[in-house]
Structures are given as structure tokens and as C-alpha cells.
């Protein structure tokens, strides 16, 4: 069974930081996807990485993934206010377009 | 703009009702869509999925005869909470592949409160 690990599951950083999401999977996925999830909303995609050594980044959030190693992260730079919300990865069952979600990373960025 | 869309936004029933939510996929068609349900300050869990013409696959532990998953055309499906209890109030949320390769795509969420 495809397990999805993240951690930090708690995330409180100060404005200007940078930091790091890791995501683990525990079988071979072929895609990993990243969500954002703000109070009472639901799902914003973020990006979704198809193959090893993948990166791709928009503004201030960048995403990476390693299928050798079962892992993606999420990488913040310079982290604003606005990116305050819970982040989830999900990696793709091996058949259909069924995902296993992790547990989720909420983020509070302070001033 | 959103390509999935998901009604009602939210819904309040009275327990032992049944209420239906509705998943459309707006200018793609989906022969199979995925019903996933948030508890608060919890992860999303794939309760079932739903595929066109043909009955849903459920996943272990969710009651196929509570959660009633209609797809019958390619661009809708339906979930139906049976006899509706306060512990199935939650966060439900479809999703449908577009494509092999973009995000899957998710509604809107409806929240459902049983009181």
C-alpha cells in the first residue's frame, strides 16, 4: 500500500526565512503532486513533478522530486504572510488517477 | 477558471436525511472522478471511485450502502449520503483527471453539517 509521509506537519517560520516540506512515499508512484489549502477551501494545485530529478518553481515556492529516493519537497524562500496555509503532497496510486494524500504541513508565517 | 464544479457549497441536514452532491466536470469529460472526504485539521481520505456506466470501486472501510456514487453520464457524478448521521458530517471533495499529465483537478469542497 502506498504510504505518504510529510513532515514538518507544523510549521511556524518568520517572514524572510527560507524552509524546506519533505515529502516520503513509500512505493514507486509515477507523479507527486503539491496542494495548497487555505482555511475552509478547498485544493489549489501547485505543482505536479512526473519525473526523477523534476523541479519546478513559481514565486517563492519550489518543488523537486527524487523517484529513487521516494521524495519531494517543497522548498520556501523568503517566506511572506500570504504563503500561510496547509500544504499537501499526494502521490499517484499506481493505477488510475487515484492520489494518497499526506497527513499535511501548516504553515504560519509570522512577521 | 474552475474546471471542476462541485454543488452544493455547503449543506445542514437533520440526522436520518439523505443529501446529494453533485460533481461536474465543466468543459472536459471524465469517465472516472474520485470522491475524497477532509475530517477538520485532517488529510483527505479517497473514499471511492467513481467510474461512468459502471458501479464505483469503495475502499476498504467506507459503506457502499451509506455512500451511494452515481456516474451516470461523463461529465457528473453524485455522491448520496444515506440516512445522514452527525459523524458523517465532513469536508467532501471530488476530483477528475483531465489529462495524463496536468493536476487533477478538485471541486470546490461541500461541507456537510448533520445535525
Known amino acids: 500500500e502506498l504510504k505518504v509521509e510529510q513532515n514538518p506537519l507544523f510549521l511556524s517560520m518568520q517572514e524572510g526565512k527560507n524552509y524546506t516540506i519533505y515529502c516520503n512515499y513509500s512505493?514507486?508512484?509515477?507523479?507527486l503532486y503539491w496542494y495548497r489549502q487555505d482555511p475552509g477551501k478547498s485544493l489549489e494545485s501547485l505543482f505536479v513533478l512526473l519525473s526523477n530529478g523534476a523541479v519546478k518553481q513559481e514565486g517563492r515556492l519550489m518543488a523537486s522530486l527524487d523517484t529513487k529516493a521516494r521524495l519531494s519537497t517543497l522548498h520556501i524562500t523568503a517566506a511572506v504572510h500570504d504563503l500561510s496555509a496547509t500544504y499537501f503532497c499526494?502521490?499517484?496510486?499506481?493505477?488510475?488517477?487515484?492520489?494518497?494524500f499526506g497527513k499535511g504541513t501548516s504553515l504560519l508565517v509570522t512577521p | 477558471g474552475a474546471v471542476v464544479s462541485q454543488h452544493p457549497s455547503w449543506v445542514i441536514c437533520k440526522s436520518g436525511t439523505s443529501v446529494k452532491i453533485e460533481c461536474r466536470s465543466l468543459d472536459f469529460q471524465a469517465t472516472t472522478m474520485f470522491w475524497y472526504r477532509q475530517f477538520p485539521k485532517q488529510s483527505l481520505m479517497l473514499m471511492a471511485t467513481?467510474?461512468?456506466?459502471?458501479?464505483?470501486?469503495?475502499e476498504q472501510g467506507v459503506e457502499k450502502d451509506k455512500f451511494l456514487i452515481n456516474h451516470a453520464s461523463l461529465t457528473l457524478s453524485t455522491l448520496t449520503v444515506t440516512s445522514a448521521h452527525p459523524e458523517d458530517s465532513s469536508f467532501y471533495i471530488c476530483s477528475a483527471p483531465r489529462d495524463g499529465y496536468s493536476p487533477l483537478h478538485f471541486g470546490n469542497g461541500t461541507r456537510l453539517t448533520v445535525t
Open positions: 512505493t514507486t508512484s509515477d507523479r
Open positions: 499526494a502521490a499517484l496510486r499506481d493505477s488510475g488517477y487515484a492520489l494518497n
Open positions: 467513481s467510474n461512468e456506466g459502471s458501479k464505483a470501486t469503495y
